[in-house]
Every structure is written in structure tokens, then in C-alpha cells.
């Protein structure tokens, strides 16, 4: 009667032997691991940008590069502390300017 109980929940059971490294369930929220790792990301050559966003329907890190060429591609992980990490080329990417004129920001 106890294998009849066991092993169901062995079988019903997602993780196990058959999860692959790194893909834990996450300890910590998505904000603390981006925070966590954004200032060594940024760092990489070719990196302009981090964000929190949405792959296939789940939170993963985003991670921008200003081009196909960056060198950055090959050092960033697919996984972060258990969150998938998408990377995107996105061109440079320039702040704002304030504007002087009407609309052109706060204050």
C-alpha cells in the first residue's frame, strides 16, 4: 500500500533527476537577482542595458547589446540564479535629452 501512495507522487513529481543544471526553483525574487548581477552585465563590452521582462510567458533578465559583434554574447549565462536570460541586440541605446520647450519633461 505505500508503493501504491510513493510512487504517484514520485512520477507526478516535475523536478528531480530529470532537471536540468540550473534550473532551480529561484530563492530570491527577479528585482534582487537583476540588482545582484546588472553591474557585471553592464560591464561586459558591447552591453547597454538590463531589464526585467517576459520569455514565453515567464520572468527572465533581459540583457541588450549595442550589436551582432559584441563580445559580451559568449559571457552571459542562459540562466541567472535560476531565471532564464534573453539577449537582444538593440543598437545603442542613448538617454533622452530634457527638453527645453513645451512638453519637454518634468519641471
Not at 90 to 96: D, E, M, S
Request: charged share 20%.
Amino acid at each position: 500500500m505505500v508503493t501504491l501512495l510513493v510512487t504517484p507522487v514520485l512520477v507526478g513529481c516535475p523536478g528531480g533527476r530529470g532537471r536540468e543544471k540550473g534550473s532551480a526553483v529561484p530563492s530570491k525574487t527577479i528585482e534582487a537577482v537583476l540588482a545582484a548581477h546588472s553591474e557585471s552585465l553592464m560591464a561586459l563590452p558591447g552591453v547597454v542595458g538590463t531589464a526585467i521582462g517576459l520569455c514565453d510567458g515567464a520572468a527572465c533578465i533581459r540583457v541588450f547589446l549595442a550589436d551582432e559583434r559584441a563580445a559580451a554574447r559568449r559571457r552571459i549565462p542562459p540562466r541567472l540564479e535560476g531565471y532564464p536570460v534573453n539577449v537582444e541586440v538593440t543598437g545603442p541605446i542613448r538617454p533622452r535629452g530634457r527638453g527645453g520647450g513645451e512638453g519637454g519633461g518634468a519641471g
